[in-house]
C-alpha cells in the first residue's frame, strides 16, 4: 500500500501512528511547504517567550521519520492533485503516486482587506514557526505593538511578547475577548487579568485605514504603532481537496471514518469538519487533539482497518499569565455557576448529558468533565451533585468505579 | 504489563500512599527532610466522602487520551509508561482536560505537569505507594 499525507503536523503524525498500528511496511510519504521537522505551531508563543526551543519543540524525536519509514518531502508544496491517475503534483515539477490520500492541509491565516494595510511596513500573522522568526527579528524595547484579533492567537501571541515590547494593544471588532471559548463572564474575568499585566484593549472598534506607522480607528481615534499582528482567524485549506471533487462546507466535509466523498481520500485536522456531538452538527474543531485523533483515525482506516472517530467536541487548555482555562463542549442548557474572585466555574446540562465547561483557575480534574461529555454518559446514572461540587470519581457508582481503577474490565 | 489497581473496600484513607509518592519523587533520601513543613503535591491522590476513600493514580491507558492529546510530544509511551519530557512541557494543561480519570496535575510550580510514572524515573524503581500501603489497598500487578 502507498500512502501520501500532504501536510507535516498533528493530523499528519496521528495518520502516520495509526497506519503503523496496522501497517509496518507500506510505503508512506509526507509532503509539507514548511521545510522543518514536525514541530507543534501552538508552541511559537512559547518560543518567544523562551519556555521552549526550536529542539524541544518538534512534536515528535528526531527519529520519528526514520523509525516510523516515512519518506517526508519537505520544503515543497503539492500543487495539484490528479485523483484519476492516483498522484500528486509538486512545485518542483515532480510527482507522488498513492494508494490513498490524506488531506492534512490545515489552515491560513485570514487577513481582511483593510485599507492603507500596503503601507504597514511591519505586518505579520501567528500560525507558523516562520511566522515567529519574523515577528522575532523587529521585536525591541521600544516596540509598540498592536494586534489586530483578541482570540486565542491573537493573546497567545501578545502573551508570548509582552516582555520583549514596550506596549501592547489589541483592537477587536467583538465586544469581549476570548469570544469563541468564553461566556460574558469568562471574558470579563480573562480580559481584567490581561490588562493588569499591562495590554490595552480597544473592543467593539477596528482600523478603518493604516497610515504607515498610525492607525486611524472606527472609533474616532488614532494608535501608533511600530509592529502589526493580525489574527483575525484561520480558514480551512480545501482548495486541492474541492479541485478534485471532495465536498467542502467551511472545511472538507468527512464522516465517521474521516473519509472524504471520495474514495481512498481522507481528510483530518483544520482543513476538515467533522461532526461535534455536543450540538449534532458538521464543524471545523481547529484544535489540536482533535487533528490528533482524526489523522489516526484515518490512518488507521486507510490500512483497511476500523476506527471510528466519533467523539468529538470542541475543547480548550489555555492560560495567560498564569491563569489557566479549561472550557470545553456547548453553552446551551441549564447552567450550573460558580464564581468568586479568582476561579469560575461554569457546567451545562441538557437533556440528562453534560454538554459543556467552562474553568477559569481551578482547572483541576477538569478531564472527568470531559469524559462525561465525550461519552454521553446519563446523568442520572451518576451523583450529579458531587459532579457540580468537584470533578471526582466519587460521583460513579462502585461498579463503575472498580473497572475504572481496579482493572475489573478494560 | 503491570499497572497500579485499586480495590476501595480495603482502603483506610490512611493518605499514606500520597506521602510515599511526595517522598519518592521528592529526590531526597530522608523522609523527614523531604516531607516536613512541606504541602506535599503527590501524583496519587485519596478521594474520600462518607466512609468511602480509594486512591486514583494514572491508569497507564492503552489508548492513552493524554498522549494523543499532548501539543508538544512531551507526553508518550515508554513500553507502556506514560511519561512527561518535563523540558518540552510548558504547562498548557490539555492532559488535565483530557484525562478522564483526572490523574495527571500541575507540578508544584504550575509551569509542567506531573503524573505517575510507576517510581520508573526516580530511585524508588517500584512503585512507593504500593509498597507503603499497610492494607494492600493498592497493588501493582499484571490483569
Same mark, same amino acid.
Given at each position: 500500500m502507498n500512502y501520501v499525507v500532504i501536510g507535516n503536523s498533528a493530523a499528519a503524525v496521528g495518520c502516520i501512528e495509526g497506519i503503523r498500528t496496522a501497517d509496518k511496511t507500506g510505503k508512506i510519504t509526507v509532503i509539507s511547504s514548511e521545510p522543518y521537522?514536525?514541530?507543534? #505551531?501552538?508552541?511559537?508563543?512559547?518560543?518567544?517567550? !523562551?519556555?521552549?526551543?526550536?529542539?524541544?519543540?518538534?512534536? #515528535?524525536?528526531?527519529?520519528?521519520?526514520?523509525?516510523? !519509514?516515512?519518506?517526508?518531502? @519537505?520544503?515543497?508544496? *503539492?500543487?495539484?492533485?490528479?485523483?484519476?491517475?492516483?498522484?500528486?503534483?509538486?512545485?518542483?515539477?515532480?510527482?507522488?503516486?498513492?494508494?490513498?490520500l490524506l488531506f492534512a492541509t490545515g489552515s491560513s491565516p485570514f487577513v481582511p482587506p483593510m485599507a492603507g494595510l500596503d503601507e504597514v511596513e511591519h505586518k505579520f500573522t501567528f500560525m507558523k514557526l516562520d511566522d515567529a522568526k519574523a515577528l522575532q527579528t523587529v521585536l525591541t524595547k521600544e516596540s509598540r505593538v498592536l494586534i489586530i484579533?483578541?482570540?486565542?492567537?491573537?493573546?497567545?501571541? *501578545?502573551?508570548?511578547? @509582552?516582555?520583549?515590547?514596550?506596549?501592547?494593544?489589541?483592537?477587536?471588532?467583538?465586544? #469581549?475577548?476570548?469570544?469563541?471559548?468564553?461566556?460574558?463572564?469568562?471574558?470579563?474575568?480573562?480580559?481584567?487579568?490581561?490588562?493588569?499585566?499591562?495590554?490595552?484593549?480597544?473592543?467593539?472598534?477596528?482600523?478603518?485605514?493604516?497610515?504607515?506607522?498610525?492607525?486611524?480607528?472606527?472609533?474616532?481615534?488614532?494608535?501608533?504603532?511600530?509592529?502589526?499582528?493580525?489574527?483575525?482567524?484561520?480558514?480551512?485549506?480545501?482548495? @486541492?481537496? *474541492?479541485?478534485?471533487?471532495?465536498?467542502?462546507?467551511?472545511?472538507?466535509l468527512t464522516d465517521a471514518h474521516c473519509a472524504t466523498n471520495l474514495d481512498g481520500v481522507y481528510a483530518a485536522g483544520d482543513c476538515s469538519e467533522s461532526h461535534d456531538i455536543s450540538?449534532?452538527?458538521?464543524?471545523?474543531?481547529?484544535?489540536?487533539?482533535?487533528?490528533?485523533?482524526?489523522?489516526?483515525?484515518?490512518?488507521?482506516?486507510?490500512?483497511?482497518?476500523?476506527?471510528?472517530?466519533?467523539?468529538?467536541?470542541?475543547m480548550n487548555a489555555i492560560g495567560f499569565f498564569g491563569l489557566h482555562v479549561i472550557t470545553a463542549g456547548s453553552y446551551d442548557g441549564e447552567a450550573y455557576v460558580v464564581k468568586t474572585e479568582k476561579t469560575?466555574?461554569?457546567?451545562?446540562?441538557?437533556?440528562?448529558v453534560l454538554k459543556g465547561y467552562i474553568l477559569i483557575g481551578d482547572v483541576a480534574r477538569a478531564g472527568i468533565y470531559t469524559s462525561l461529555i465525550r461519552e454521553s454518559t446519563p446523568l442520572d446514572t451518576i451523583d450529579y451533585d458531587l459532579i457540580k461540587e468537584k470533578p471526582q470519581l466519587m460521583a460513579f457508582t462502585a461498579t463503575d468505579r472498580a473497572a475504572k481503577l481496579g482493572g475489573t474490565e478494560e | 504489563m503491570k499497572r497500579i489497581y485499586v480495590n476501595e473496600k480495603w482502603c483506610l484513607g490512611c493518605h499514606l500512599c500520597e506521602y510515599n509518592c511526595a517522598f519518592a519523587n521528592s529526590g531526597s533520601d530522608d523522609m523527614v527532610k523531604a516531607l516536613k513543613d512541606v504541602h506535599i503535591n503527590p501524583r496519587i491522590k485519596i478521594e474520600e466522602s462518607q466512609g468511602i476513600s480509594f486512591a486514583v493514580s494514572c491508569r497507564h491507558c492503552t489508548e492513552p487520551l493524554c498522549v494523543k492529546s499532548c501539543i508538544t510530544g512531551a507526553l508518550s509511551a515508554d513500553n507502556g509508561v506514560i511519561e512527561v519530557n518535563k523540558d518540552k512541557c510548558v504547562g498548557c494543561y490539555t492532559c488535565i482536560m483530557i484525562c478522564p480519570y483526572g490523574a495527571i496535575m500541575p507540578g508544584s510550580d504550575g509551569s509542567v505537569i506531573q503524573k505517575c510514572e510507576l517510581c520508573t524515573n526516580n530511585s524508588f524503581g517500584e512503585p512507593a505507594c504500593v509498597k507503603g500501603c499497610p492494607n494492600k489497598a493498592i497493588v501493582f500487578e499484571e490483569r
Open positions: 521537522h514536525v514541530y507543534s #505551531r501552538p508552541l511559537i508563543s512559547y518560543l518567544i517567550y !523562551g519556555k521552549t526551543t526550536e529542539q524541544n519543540m518538534k512534536y #515528535r524525536p528526531d527519529s520519528f521519520y526514520e523509525a516510523n !519509514g516515512v519518506t517526508p518531502i @519537505l520544503g515543497v508544496t *503539492a500543487t495539484k492533485v490528479d485523483y484519476e491517475h492516483k498522484k500528486v503534483i509538486l512545485d518542483n515539477g515532480s510527482e507522488v503516486s498513492f494508494d490513498k484579533g483578541a482570540g486565542l492567537i491573537g493573546l497567545k501571541c *501578545a502573551e508570548g511578547i @509582552l516582555s520583549k515590547v514596550k506596549e501592547i494593544t489589541v483592537v477587536d471588532m467583538a465586544p #469581549r475577548i476570548l469570544p469563541s471559548i468564553l461566556d460574558e463572564v469568562g471574558s470579563e474575568i480573562m480580559q481584567k487579568h490581561i490588562e493588569e499585566q499591562g495590554i490595552k484593549f480597544l473592543l467593539s472598534d477596528s482600523v478603518s485605514q493604516f497610515h504607515k506607522n498610525t492607525a486611524e480607528l472606527k472609533s474616532g481615534g488614532e494608535l501608533g504603532f511600530d509592529i502589526l499582528v493580525v489574527a483575525v482567524g484561520v480558514r480551512p485549506d480545501t482548495k @486541492l481537496a *474541492a479541485d478534485i471533487g471532495c465536498k467542502v462546507n467551511k472545511g472538507i450540538i449534532d452538527s458538521y464543524r471545523v474543531l481547529a484544535i489540536l487533539p482533535n487533528a490528533y485523533m482524526q489523522g489516526e483515525a484515518a490512518g488507521i482506516n486507510m490500512t483497511g482497518g476500523e476506527k471510528r472517530y466519533d467523539k468529538a467536541i470542541p469560575y466555574k461554569k457546567i451545562i446540562s441538557k437533556d440528562n | -
